[in-house]
C-alpha cells in the first residue's frame, strides 16, 4: 500500500482507492451505487440532496475500534480514509433515504402521466426502491412557476424541481458562462435566469440531462415520446473532430433525440446542441439512388454498378490517369481496407478531402473543435495519404483534373464541393460518386452508389486526439443504401485484389495486428496527427494531447 | 448601461473592504457591498444587482442569489420611511398584530405595499431581537419600543414631518443593522467591559482576547462605525 491510497470496505467488500476519492465514487468502485441526485461525477460537490447519507465509520487507531457513527453522512462529501467502514443500506440508513424521499416529495407535484422525464427519472425510481409511501401532507402543495422558458431550447417547471443545484453548478463550472442561479429561499426557491439575460451557451442541452427529475426538459424531445419507447443505439456523434461518445434514441426508422454517453478523455459526460441536432440533418438528407450513365450500360442494379467501378478501377491500375478523393466521414475500417486495396492496384493519387465546413463553429475550452468532420485523423491513419513515391495530394489533383490528367476520379462520402465544384469535375471522363447525400454531382456522374450513413453501419472514427469510438447502426437503411465496408469487398473482389478481412469484425481483428504504427495506433488511442502534414492545418484547433 | 454610481465615501470603504478579504474569496464582498448599494440607491432593483457584479466583480446571476435569499435587502423601492413591523412570538403576544393593522388603516395600505405619496412602506418583520419591549417597530434605522397606538399615531404624525436629511442623513454609517449591536465583537462573543469573553463549548479551554476600543462619541457627532477604515487606522 502506497501512501497515496487508502483502503476502507463498502458493505463489508474491500476497495482500495486513491486518497482524496469521496466515499461515493469508491462505493461505485466497488461495485456499490449509492443513491444520489445532487452529486454528478462531473461537477463539483455539493451535498444538499442527502440522498446519499450513508453509516460510514472511521478507524480510531488509539482505541483500535472503528468509532460508531453519531449520525449518517452523505457519501459524496465525506473523503474516503484509511480502515474507515461504510454500510450503505442498513434498515437505519434505509430509514433516513426513506425520510429524504419524503422530504423531497412534499411538493412535488407528482405529474409523471404527462412528464417527459417519466421513465427515466431518479426521482421516479428512487421512489420505488427507497419510499413507496403514500404522502402524508394534507396542505396544499406550494406553487411555482412552471412553463419558464431558459432561452429556446429549455423549460423549466419550478414545482418539479428539487433544487439539486446540477444545472447551475453545469453553468458555473461546466460551461462558466454563468446564466442560471438558485433565487429566493426555503419553499419559494427557484432555478432562474437572470432578468434580461438569455440562456443560449452552446451547451444548453446538457442540463436537461443531468436534471434528475423533470424540471428542465428540452423543447426538441418534449411531448415527443415516451422514453420507454426508444430503442438505444451507442453511436458517435460526427458534428466536429471531438467524436463525443452518444446514444442515439429512436424507434428503429426514425431518430427521436440524440443524448450523451459517459467517455473519459473524449466528451466526458457532455454534448453540445449542434450535435443533438444533427439527426435532424440525417432526416433530410436527400438519398441519392444507384445510377450508371455510361453508353450502353444504363441502368443496372448496385451490385452490377459496383462491379463495374471494381472492375474499372483495376483498368487504371497503376495509371497516373486515376486519382481517389475521401470524405472525412468514411470509418476507420473502410479507409483501412480502401488504403489496402488501392496500393495494391498501385493508384497514388489519393487524399482526404476538406469536407464539411458549413458546420464549423468557433473551437472552444470544451469540447468544439474547428473541424465539423469526425474522422480526419483515423482516415489519415488507416492510409489515406498521397504514394509516398509518386503520389498526389489533394491540391495536385485538383491542378491535374484543370490539366485535363485525370480520366478516373472516385470520390468516396459526402461533402466534396469545398474541393470540387461540378464545372471542375467535367473535365474527368469518368466520375464515380460513392455517398450517402445526392447533389449536383450525382446528377452528372458517370456512376452513384448509395452508401449508409453513419446512423446505418457499423464502423469506428478516431477524434483529433487520437481516441477511437464505435458507432452501431441504429437505423433502418433505404433500400438500395449499401454498407461501405461491404461494397468495398466488392470492389476488392470485381477489382481482382484479395481482402485482408474476411468481414468487418475480421477487419477490426486484423487493424490491431497491422505491421504499421499508424494503423494499430487506431486501435491503441494514440494516433497523433505529424505535425508537418499538409492536412493538419484542419486542425490547427487541436489541443495538446 | 448602468448610470449608477457609488459616493465618495461608499467607494472608499469599498476599497476598504477588498482588503479584508483574501483575493480568491472576493465573492464574499457580495453582502457588504449590496448593503453599502442599497443605502445608496435604496433598493436592490436589477440594474443595482449588475452594478454591484460590476464592483466586485462576481456574476450577476451570484449577486441576484444573495439579493433574493435575504430578507433585508429591498427587491422593491420603498418609501421615505420603512416601518417594519415585528409581528414575531413576542411581539404577537404583546399586540403586534393590532399595531399592524392599526397601521394598515391609518395609511392605507396593506402589508408590503408603499403609500401613494411615496412617505411610507409597510411590511410585517419577523423577530428583530427586541422581545424585551414589545410590541415595536423599526423604522428606517432606529427602533420604536413598547408602542401603544397613541405612540404609532404619533410617530407617524413626526415622521411626516421630518425633513429628508434626517429621514436619510448622508453621514450614516454603512452596515446592516444600527444601535448598540454593531460595535459587539463579532463571534457572538459577550462584551464585558472592554474584554470579549469567548464562551467555551464543554471541554474547551476559556479564551479571551482583546476588543478594540470603542471609538467615543463625540457630542453632535454620529457614531462612527467601528470597522471604518478610520477605524482600522487607529
Redesign the interface.
Known sequence: MTTDSVTLTIDGNSVTVPKGTKVIDAAREAGKNIPHFCYHPGLPVDGNCRMCISDIRTWNPRAEKHMPARRPAVACWVDAEENMQVFTDTPEVKKARASVMEFLLINHPIDCPICDKAGECMLQDYYMLHDRAPSKLREEKVHKPRLVPFGKRIVYNGERCILCSRCTRFTTHVTKTHELGIVNRGDRAIVEVLEGGDFANAYTDNVADICPVGALTKTDFRFKKRVWFLKHTDSVCGGCSRNCNTVVDHDGSEVIRIMPRERAGVNDWWMCNEGRDLYKEHAALARPAATLRIDGLEGGTASSITTWVGEKLAEYKKSDAAAVLVSPWISNEEAWLLSFLLGKLKIGHLDVMTGRTEGALPADDLLHTDDPNPNRAGAIAAGIVPDKKAGKGIDEIKAAIEAGEIEFLLLWGPHFGNDLDPELLSKVATVVQITDEHDAVSDAAAAVLPLRTWAERDGTWTNFEGHTSRFRRSLRPPAGALDGFDLLMQLCAAAGVKSPAKSLRDARKKLKQDPDSDVRAIVDGKFTFPEQSALYRHTSGAREV | MSTLEFSAAAKERLEWLRTRYPKEHQRALILPVLSMAQREFGWVG?EV?HFVAAQIPV????V??VA??YTMYNKQPIGRWHLQVCHNLSCSLMGAEIVLEHVEKKLGIARGETTEDGEFTLIGAECLGSCGTAPMMQVNDHYHENLSLQDVDDLLEKLRATPDQEANPADLPFGCGSGPSRALPRDGARLEAGRAVHVPHHGETPVTHEVAERPKEAAGQPVTDAWTPQGMAQ
Open positions: 436589477p444587482v456574476p450577476a446571476i451570484q441576484e442569489e433574493t435569499f
